[in-house]
């Protein structure tokens, strides 16, 4: 990949959105202070750090920015509700927009379109706590349609917040705990591999394997440095399966009708690639995937950022 230079579209006011309401604000506001550091080593920026609370239009309107870099997470941050307001305020963004943003955080309708597209998804069945509750007859679809172990996830977190691996005895205690987001999906577990794939703008920026000490690459795994995930990169596959994962990374991207920069989370097994999810704007800190996966490919932190504010830039 090769980061053109940014002279020609420099944006010299940037207006930084991060914190937010979601269960994700702590990492939104890592995030930010990783970008900040950055940016403030190049004096050509004026930089505003600001959150979307009551007075963030007006903040937004005095600052005048020319360029908002948008580094919430969650609901919210990432499901085309801030976008929407950005929109109508006529100001440009980073990472996706209104629709790509709230079908991308849709587990249910992201998957969807992956399945009618013939992208490997595993195979679901959605639950929800505002119909009466029979959980025979639900854990009964899971024996026919999924089988056991299964994965429990909110249909619009990311994260992994709320998203638990249960066996049919701990089914019902894993289901309670995710009452308070009214629908979820059931997934069939998948089995293998790790590996996530990122795209920056309409280019394959490369992949990464984790293996976390975890069950899986949870919440704690990709935040905390206690959790000690393996990250493994080149990763170990033919040349063929390194061609499929990114063009698949790369198609689930163009799908959605994505920009900047997208990370879709993979699992290998049986040498197939099942697509769990993708996410319009994943994690910049210092354990995040994509600035490691840039880095393998000499791209810098900073390099890295000033191409998502260009992509920003140049689109509407």
């Not at 997934?187 to 309409?202: D, W």
């Not at 890295?304 to 504010?309: H, P, Q, W, Y």
């Amino acid at each position: 990949i090769r980061i053109r230079n940014c002279g020609s579209w420099i944006m010299d006011k940037i207006l930084i959105l991060a914190g937010g309401y979601s269960n994700e604000r702590e990492i939104s506001l890592i995030t930010a202070k990783s970008v900040i550091h950055e940016l403030k080593k190049n004096k050509k920026y004026k930089l505003l750090l600001i959150e979307p609370d009551g007075s963030f239009v007006k903040k937004l309107r005095k600052f005048k920015p020319s360029l908002v870099l948008n580094l919430l997470h969650g609901r919210y941050g990432e499901d085309g509700y801030i976008q929407s307001v950005l929109e109508s305020e006529k100001v440009k963004y980073s990472h996706s927009g209104v629709l790509s943003s709230s079908l991308a955080i849709d587990k249910e309708l992201s998957k969807k379109i992956f399945i009618k597209n013939n992208i490997l998804t595993p195979p679901y069945i959605k639950f929800s706590f505002k119909n009466n509750i029979d959980i025979k007859n639900t854990i009964k679809k899971i024996d026919k349609n999924l089988q056991f172990p299964v994965v429990l996830k909110p249909i619009n977190e990311g994260s992994s917040v709320g998203v638990y691996i249960c066996n049919k005895k701990k089914f019902i205690s894993c289901l309670m705990k995710l009452e308070k987001f009214k629908d979820i999906l059931i997934e069939k577990y998948i089995p293998g591999r790790e590996i996530q794939a990122a795209v920056l703008g309409k280019k394959k920026l490369g992949i990464i394997e984790l293996k976390p000490k975890r069950k899986f690459y949870d919440y704690k795994a990709k935040y905390s440095t206690s959790a000690k995930t393996e990250h493994i990169i080149p990763v170990n596959l033919s040349s063929r399966n390194f061609n499929k994962i990114n063009s698949i990374a790369m198609k689930a991207h163009t799908l959605l009708k994505c920009r900047g920069v997208s990370r879709s989370d993979f699992r290998f097994y049986k040498d197939k690639f099942y697509l769990l999810e993708l996410n319009t704007q994943p994690g910049m800190t210092s354990l995040s995937l994509v600035p490691e996966i840039a880095r393998y490919k000499n791209i810098s932190f900073i390099q890295l950022i000033e191409e998502i504010m260009r992509d920003a830039a140049i689109n509407k």
